[in-house]
């Protein structure tokens, strides 16, 4: 990955408080985002991409905390900021400006009460970008007019309710885009649209992404919207990052049995309709305890050894990397990520211990 | 616009409705109400022409449908025991109970949105804590108990507040009070939990990615979607208030309508009854109504 990065996720780990104990849904993960660049996690519900994605910007449910790691903003002028340590209002001040994000849900995430107009207009306000109401105003027509939204004058006084879902998510695009954002988090855009809407929107965030000089994390489950939009991908699974690699590479070349799986998952036209692949079984119930390898219950190609060791973090080439023992035994291990996972682990019984 | 003149329709079908129930109800009572305006000593013929005169010894639908068609045209009938119109008695008894109920939902309003506020922005803190305990006091304490416990505070242990209404705005503090007093309570509580309740709405995420911070997003975009059920509540709340309040105004001399009912129960004063009967279950439909309008204009999604 090139030097230029934004922002650096470093061993994050999530925990969810269940009963007394913290149970941890993301364990010592690293991301990279570099500038003017799409990065994609993709992974099972459940796996911890959305808690990921939430713990960026601090809005991750009362449940959930982060218990160990950083994320490292570089700002143009060289400064990093670690946003895990920032205060609530610190972080909100990024918010809306350094910081956007789009949610999955466009048919809630909007509030009914408001007409999409003063939503947008609001995130302005908040960040004093235009105190001029009537340019304000100005501004936020034509965005709406930017990101395809017909009649923007008309459509300015609309409430949520009145528009489809697909124009609901361009309306939330639109805010994220209002702020001129560095990094545009986009938490499943597509999954609640349907198929037609979903390639408009990704369009539309490729087009923003490259108009504005913007990069974008997309989190998603969906292996076509990651070989569509994005540049780089992190599989994701049980909160561990399983293998990353350039887009292009992992597509050609998926080494982790698990990624195999997503990728045979997806349906081809001329297949057995009456059959559909699936990777067998669920996402396991987690537990601390259990040291192997966290897909081995449900991996076709699994060794012993993987039952009693989790795989480090091998490095295939400079631009992939992948978690198991069978594919990248004959790699280099990564140093810098083993210790950190080291780390987190300790940091995690630290938690408990509290 | 249909929707409204339906709901006109069903507003006066429960009209007739309590119109039939309070008249029944009154036929079963036994007794000659003749009877009981005259003295015991009153010989049999003059209770018989006071009966005759008073339409009783109609048959039952006959008194009914006279009743009705009077009512129609904006005659209640007479007092037995006031010798006057029961339409004027009501309509003169009803500024008081506006006044008081001006004053105890102002109160009740006032306060109890404040404090479901508060609670429900430090949730399980110490002021949630506190003001809960406030509000649980304010919906089981009776309000006889308030009214009393009112009266001996302000008035026999620090001598503040008059005791009773004689007709001043200061006089009417203590009954705004002892009325609000439950309303209140339910008002804070409702609000609380439906401010809570917001807090799992995904668009309260999006204003604080928007940059707005957790507290600041629940106020600016949690509480308008919050107040719609309070002020379902708030209107239900008003519309009973303004049918009369038969204890405050007892204790605190108010010539409300309550005390006009509760005077009408004690003369055995039927036409009186029935006039305060028909005109409160009028004024709790007429809230019904006007809630349903209030909440048409704040939630665009109700409007056509």
Same mark, same amino acid.
């Given at each position: ?18 009963? $007394? ?7 010592? =993960? ?58 609530? $209002? ?22 009914p009460m408001m007409t999409i ?8 306000? =908040? ?5 001029n109401p009537q340019k304000a ?26 528009l489809s879902g697909g124009m ?16 545009? /988090? ?14 408009? =929107?990704?369009?539309? /965030? ?34 561990? =990052? ?90 280099? /291990? ?7 996972? $080291? ?8 938690? $408990?211990?509290? | ?54 339409? #009783? ?5 006959? +008194? ?11 005659? *209640? ?14 309509? %003169? ?17 006032? @306060? !109890? ?23 649980? *006091? ?5 309000? @006889? ?5 009112? +009266?001996? #505070?302000?008035?026999?242990? &620090?001598? #503040? ?35 809570? %309740? ?19 997003? #629940? ?17 239900? +709340? ?10 405050? %105004?007892?204790? &605190? ?12 129960? %004690? ?5 009186? *009854?029935? !006039? ?5 279950? &009028?004024?709790?439909?007429? !809230? ?13 999604? *109700?409007?056509?």
């Amino acid at each position: 990955m090139s030097e230029d990065k934004l922002l650096e996720i470093n061993n994050l780990t999530v925990s969810i408080k269940e009963g $007394k104990e913290m149970l941890p849904v993301v364990r010592g =993960i690293n991301i990279t985002v570099p500038r003017n660049k799409i990065i994609g996690i993709v992974g099972e519900s459940g796996c911890g991409k959305s808690i990921t994605a939430k713990s960026i910007n601090h809005i991750l449910p009362p449940a959930a905390k982060i218990t160990a790691g950083s994320m490292i903003w570089h700002e143009a002028s060289g400064q990093q900021t670690d946003l895990v340590t920032l205060k609530e $209002k610190e972080i909100r001040k990024r918010c809306g400006k350094d910081l956007a994000m789009i949610f999955q849900e466009p048919m809630s995430s909007l509030n009914p009460m408001m007409t999409i107009g003063s939503q947008i207009k609001e995130l302005l306000k =908040i960040h004093k970008l235009e105190n001029n109401p009537q340019k304000a105003k100005a501004r936020v027509i034509e965005m709406l007019d930017a990101v395809g939204i017909p009649e923007p004058a008309l459509r300015y006084k609309a409430y949520p309710h009145e528009l489809s879902g697909g124009m609901r998510q361009r309306v939330m695009i639109a805010m994220a885009m209002i702020g001129q954002p560095k990094l545009l /988090i986009a938490d499943e855009p597509t999954t609640a649209l349907d198929v037609t809407t979903q390639a408009q =929107i990704l369009k539309l /965030i490729r087009k923003m992404c490259e108009s504005y000089s913007m990069s974008a994390l997309m989190i998603t489950h969906n292996m076509g919207v990651v070989s569509s939009t994005c540049d780089y991908v992190y599989v994701m699974y049980l909160g561990t =990052i399983m293998e990353e690699a350039l887009t292009q590479e992992l597509f050609n070349n998926p080494l982790h049995p698990y990624t195999r799986g997503l990728l045979s998952s997806i349906p081809k036209l001329g297949d057995n309709p009456e059959f559909l692949k699936t990777i067998p079984g669920n996402i396991p119930v987690d537990s601390k305890k259990f040291k192997g390898c966290k897909f081995c219950m449900r991996c076709s190609d699994d060794i012993k050894k993987c039952f009693f060791e989790e795989a480090p973090l091998y490095k295939v080439s400079e631009n992939h990397y992948v978690r198991c023992h069978l594919a990248g035994s004959d790699n280099k /291990i990564v140093n810098s990520e083993d210790t950190s996972n $080291k780390a987190g682990s300790e940091t995690v019984k630290g938690g $408990k211990n509290k | 616009m249909s929707a409204f003149i339906r709901r006109c329709v069903g507003v006066l079908l429960v009209l007739l409705g309590v119109m039939l129930l309070i008249f029944i109800v009154l036929r079963i009572i036994p007794g000659n109400p003749a009877a009981v305006l005259l003295s015991e000593h009153a010989n049999k013929e003059t209770i018989e022409r006071l009966t005759a005169s008073m339409n #009783l010894d109609k048959a039952l639908p006959e +008194q009914f449908l006279l009743y009705l068609s009077g009512a129609l045209r904006g005659d *209640l009938g007479q007092s037995y025991y006031l010798k006057r119109p029961v339409l004027d008695l009501v309509l %003169e008894a009803f500024p008081f109970t506006v006044k008081l109920t001006i004053f105890s939902a102002a109160f009740a309003w006032i @306060f !109890g949105i404040a404090v479901g506020v508060i609670s429900a922005v430090y949730q399980n803190r110490l002021p949630d804590y506190l003001f809960r305990g406030i509000s649980l *006091l304010g919906v089981s304490v009776p309000v @006889f108990m308030v009214a009393l416990f009112l +009266q001996y #505070l302000f008035y026999f242990k &620090f001598s #503040l507040l008059p005791l009773l209404y004689d007709g001043s705005a200061v006089s009417m503090i203590l009954p705004a009070i002892a009325l609000g007093w439950n309303s209140a309570g339910s008002v804070a509580r409702l609000t609380r939990s439906s401010l809570i %309740e917001q807090n799992n709405e995904l668009y309260l995420d999006t204003a604080k990615a928007k940059g707005l911070t957790a507290k600041a997003a #629940l106020l600016k975009h949690g509480l308008k979607n919050a107040m719609l059920p309070v002020i379902t509540m708030l209107a239900l +709340q008003l519309s009973s208030m303004l049918s009369g309040a038969v204890i405050t %105004e007892s204790v &605190f001399g108010i010539a409300g309508i309550g005390k006009l009912a509760l005077s009408a129960v %004690e003369t055995r004063d039927m036409p009186l *009854l029935q !006039g305060t009967v028909l005109f409160s279950a &009028f004024i709790i439909s007429l !809230g019904n109504i006007i809630s349903d309008l209030i909440n048409t204009c704040i939630d665009p999604r *109700l409007r056509v």
